[in-house]
């Protein structure tokens, strides 16, 4: 699969906020204090569920074209 530079900056990007929250991470916060507000997480949910379908889409088509080109060529019979 391809994997692109915005992929991995959103990657690194959520990873970075959900670190903020993850008890034993170095830069975690106290979980009474400034957490996200449940809209937040849930609109970060979605955004999460969206990035893996648009990654398995992006996957499937690779996997496809792929396929195409590494199909054996058939002989013209005549």
Known sequence: MEVLDDDCKRIDQGMSKCSEW????????????????????????Q?????????????EEIRE???KILEPQKAELG
């Open 22 to 45: 993850m008890a034993g991470h170095d830069k975690s916060q106290a979980l009474n204090v400034n957490r996200p507000d449940p809209a937040e997480i849930r609109g970060d949910i």
């Open 47 to 59: 955004e999460l569920r969206a990035f893996a379908k648009g990654m398995n889409k992006r996957r």
């Open 65 to 67: 074209r792929r396929k």
